[in-house]
């Protein structure tokens, strides 16, 4: 499950700091094979690498990448029960070029491998 925001903890950034993270976390839920650097993200934001990374972390419970690698192993988990998608396209379409590391990354957080978590809920 996902982190909700938690403002409490984020009281010490800006308001101008928490919209942007927002809008990062928005993006990233969005384009879920962004490659994109964080320093670039960061550089775009208008924000230095360190006060994004703390700030999101601040908001969302976690660093940005664990964000992003839970939240397209939540979006893995659909697509395998919901579409006929080999694990190849659906780590593609989660910006994994190598479907190893994909696998690899899903068993970590899942528990199983996506075929067999496929196969359990099919």
Do not use: W
């Amino acid at each position: 499950m996902l982190p909700e925001e938690n403002f409490q903890t984020a009281a010490y950034y800006s308001a101008s700091h928490i919209k942007k993270v927002k809008a990062l976390r928005a993006e990233l839920t969005e384009h879920l094979d962004t490659h994109e650097p964080l320093k670039a993200m960061a550089a775009r934001y208008g924000m230095s690498l360190t006060a994004l990374k703390d700030c999101f972390r601040a908001v969302y419970g976690k660093p940005i990448h664990a964000f992003q690698r839970e939240y397209k192993m939540q979006a893995a988990t659909k697509m395998l029960v919901t579409t006929n998608l080999s694990i190849a396209e659906i780590s593609g379409k989660l910006g994994y070029e190598n479907p190893n590391k994909f696998s690899s990354a899903f068993k970590e957080i899942i528990g199983q491998s996506p075929t067999e978590y496929r196969k359990n809920r099919k």
